[in-house]
């Protein structure tokens, strides 16, 4: 009976490995086709391509206006990464600080943003932005990926504001020190990693936030995500090379602040910090 299990317990290790294995092998053969016929003169029904060329990086720059594209991703990017830092680390201090009627409840409704589909809240809002109108403007897109970020800000420095001593904060105002004092001097210092993670992680999530965006974009508010889309779908004949470049500089883009963000920390540490606090 013990060899049974034995025996069970290492076919199902092995299976998951396996999986595992193939969907990575699976996702490098991809991303390497795709790296791969960016810089392919030509690619037809061999193993490699037949040369190699940048041409298509050039071209994918100028017909699909890339230089305004990466400006428009960047403006709307580090708008949603200002407001959601300055509303978001206040709100997370007065959650970590006090406690109130209703304190779980308004926790919660952070979260569902979180946790539900984009869609299922991204198209009535869209129609309220739209009705208002702020439909394919610079601030409707901006407003729109605020939803999902102004929670994830909250929620992950709400244990960093936490782990804090409040004798700190009591001493710093016994000698004299106000409320932009004791910020500056005493609180960011101590909330920093957590700000910088928490920041970095929304850069990057607004980066790739495809289904919010696209539902308000308009020509002159398109972001990256889209604009590949557009690439792909739009009618017209396009050569695959420059479309796969330009999927190549949204990885490219993607990746470095993702890297970026987790020198700073692990999403795993955030998780154990979380339930660490709930524990204690």
Do not use: C, H
């Not at 007065?94 to 539900?116: E, Q, S």
């Not at 729109?144 to 709400?158: D, E, G, K, R, Y």
């Not at 972001?223 to 190549?248: C, E, K, N, P």
């Amino acid at each position: 009976m013990i060899r049974d299990q034995g025996i069970a317990s290492k076919l199902w290790r092995f299976s998951v490995w396996a999986l595992a294995g193939l969907f990575v092998l699976n996702l490098i053969g991809v991303i390497a086709a795709v790296v791969m016929n960016s810089f392919a003169r030509r690619w037809l029904g061999t193993w490699l391509p037949s040369g190699w060329t940048t041409r298509w990086y050039f071209d994918a720059w100028s017909e699909f206006q890339l230089s305004s594209v990466v400006l428009v991703t960047f403006q709307v990017v580090f708008a949603v990464v200002l407001i959601s830092g300055m509303i978001g680390v206040v709100t997370a201090y007065a959650l970590a600080r006090r406690d109130f009627p209703g304190k779980r409840a308004i926790i919660l409704l952070f979260l569902l943003p979180l946790l539900i589909p984009p869609l299922t809240y991204g198209i009535p809002l869209a129609t309220v932005l739209y009705q208002i109108g702020l439909g394919g403007s610079f601030w409707g897109v901006v407003l729109i990926n605020l939803v999902p970020s102004l929670p994830f800000v909250i929620l992950v420095m709400i244990p960093f504001i936490e782990q804090i001593d409040p004798r700190i904060e009591a001493a710093a105002r016994v000698f004299g020190a106000g409320t932009g004092s004791l910020f500056l001097r005493i609180l960011l210092p101590l909330l920093l990693p957590g700000m910088l993670a928490a920041l970095l992680l929304v850069l990057v999530r607004t980066i790739a936030m495809f289904e919010l965006t696209f539902l308000i974009a308009g020509p002159t508010s398109q972001t990256l995500v889209v604009a590949l889309y557009y690439a792909v779908f739009a009618s017209g004949v396009r050569a695959s090379q420059s479309i796969d470049a330009m999927a190549v500089v949204y990885m490219v883009t993607t990746l470095f602040w993702l890297v970026l963000a987790l020198q700073f920390v692990s999403p795993t540490q955030i998780v154990a910090r979380a339930k660490q606090q709930q524990a204690s």
